[in-house]
């Protein structure tokens, strides 16, 4: 059953509910794009991924996506091994559009994803939880709705994400909806829909549709699912059918090679960027070849592994640098591009969590991103959510978003009143124009303990992670629950209770 309500019906403006957390401003990317290649050098990359695509080509393992390929040229092997010709693949690419908004339950939190803006959402897909009290443990659904709330108490985390834990006390089978469900009742951000596999996307669309209505789902974005490709050059039936499920839908998927150099590619950064680079051509082609200007994020994930010991790395040298090529290849195909989180191996929110943090996120912040996927609460390589590490990486995202725009040239950034006034050997503590600005002239960061070390030992000498862990505790206390129509919510329990019975568990086998 669709719903027949009228379009934006499911939307609400800014209510009480908002005014707990500073009004959400999308932040846009003022510095300047950091490159590392030449247009030559790019021309380059896209050279030898056209020879991979063409020569070795790259599996589709699902019927009915073989025969789109087919239809369109493509040639298509007994084994399901696609080889593309290049113009074939240039045509189809550029009909994916530069940039698109993505709505919002609440029409104030739309965004942008595109051109220079930038958009930051949690970490999706850890099976396990860590707080510092209680250690590691398997996400819970309780969980997944704390972690809810503390997307929406920030205003540094523009879109609220998908299964920022995974819900383990739920069936693997039912998870969609409960996913889905806990994102639509306690938060009003743009959100992802589920992506293991099609049926899953499907619930996800269905839910959004009675939430959004069949005419604003036609016409306007209201998800985006994320698409793996099974590197080195796969994609199999569960993410061709989610892919098929979303772009039908008109809804956006992010492109996302996954390969860790040295595993799923080559030991070599250039060898890993060609490899990501065809991989994310070809999906978005295909996409484009299911229905045309569906829009499209280049969002390959690189990283390395410890050629020692088989582990991945994160925060390293290498994975920047093929960042920051994969960001110029976004770029010169006008694609948004989706860059690195706050990445860490760490297990818990220690002084190797906080430095492989930021090790990922300034190389990002430079490669001008529209979109960052895991930019917060992420720990132990992916498989752990971390309360206290989601909220310390909030407050990095706050700097973050500060640096990314950039200096203002106003008059009133030269204080030349004061530059003039002030005698040689004064302050400038009292100025009017510092009484004016003292509140707003300099970005904040509250988990960050900067007095003397007198006066942190008289408050308790609490380390960031004590004082990030009663953030948490402070956030949900003070979370407010955006309002959802109660007819809405009835249709969405009811959907709910119709699907459970109908979900063959071993199609998820």
Request: proline share 6%.
């Amino acid at each position: 059953m669709t719903s027949d309500r009228p379009r934006r019906s499911g939307r609400r403006r800014a209510g009480p509910a908002e005014d707990v957390v500073e009004r959400i401003v999308q932040p846009t990317l003022e510095l300047p794009r950091y490159s590392i290649v030449t247009a030559e050098q790019v021309a380059l990359v896209h050279a030898v991924s056209m020879r991979i695509l063409e020569e070795a080509g790259m599996a589709f393992y699902d019927d009915e996506s073989v025969s789109i390929l087919r239809a369109h040229g493509v040639v298509v092997d007994d084994d399901q091994v696609a080889r593309f010709d290049r113009s074939l693949v240039e045509e189809f690419v550029s009909k994916a559009p530069s940039s698109f908004s993505h709505a919002a339950r609440n029409p104030d939190r739309d965004v942008v994803i595109g051109g220079k803006h930038m958009a930051f959402l949690p970490v999706a897909g850890p099976p396990f939880v860590y707080d510092v009290e209680n250690g590691r443990r398997a996400g819970k659904l309780e969980d997944l709705v704390n972690f809810i709330k503390l997307t929406m108490s920030t205003p540094y985390l523009h879109m609220q994400g998908t299964e920022i834990v995974v819900p383990n006390d739920v069936p693997f089978h039912e998870r969609a909806l409960d996913i889905n469900y806990a994102h639509i009742k306690y938060g009003d951000k743009p959100m992802m829909g589920h992506y293991p596999i099609g049926l899953a996307a499907q619930d996800s669309v269905e839910m959004a549709r009675i939430v959004f209505g069949d005419e604003t789902l036609d016409s306007a974005h209201v998800l985006i699912g994320v698409v793996n490709v099974s590197s080195p050059r796969r994609l199999d039936d569960r993410m061709l059918g989610l892919l098929k499920t979303y772009i039908r839908a008109n809804q956006p998927v992010i492109v996302t090679p996954f390969i860790l150099a040295g595993a799923m590619g080559p030991a070599a950064v250039l060898g890993t960027v060609a490899q990501a680079n065809a991989e994310a051509l070809a999906t978005i082609a295909f996409a484009q070849m299911v229905r045309p200007g569906v829009p499209c994020v280049y969002g390959p994930f690189l990283a390395v592994v410890d050629l020692q010991n088989g582990s991945p790395v994160f925060g390293g040298a290498e994975s920047s640098l093929a960042q920051f090529i994969v960001a110029d290849m976004a770029h010169h195909y006008g694609l948004p591009f989706r860059a690195a989180g706050t990445y860490a191996s760490a297990k818990v929110p220690d002084m190797q969590a906080g430095a492989e943090a930021a090790l990922s996120m300034v190389p990002s912040i430079l490669a001008g991103p529209n979109l960052v996927l895991h930019a917060a609460g992420w720990l132990e390589s992916g498989l752990t959510t971390g309360y206290e590490k989601f909220v310390f990486d909030c407050e990095m995202l706050g700097v973050f978003q500060r640096l990314a725009a950039g200096v203002s040239w106003d008059e009133d950034e030269w204080a030349m009143d004061s530059l003039l006034t002030v005698e040689p050997g004064g302050h400038h503590l009292g100025t009017e124009h510092t009484l004016e600005r003292f509140r707003t002239a300099f970005h904040r960061m509250p988990l960050f303990d900067a007095d003397s070390f007198e006066s942190w030992s008289a408050a308790g000498a609490h380390d960031a992670a004590a004082r990030s862990s009663n953030a948490v505790a402070v956030a949900l206390e003070r979370y407010v629950q955006p309002p959802l129509d109660e007819a809405i919510d009835a249709e969405l329990q009811d959907y709910m209770t119709r699907r459970r019975p109908q979900i063959d568990p071993s199609d998820f086998q």
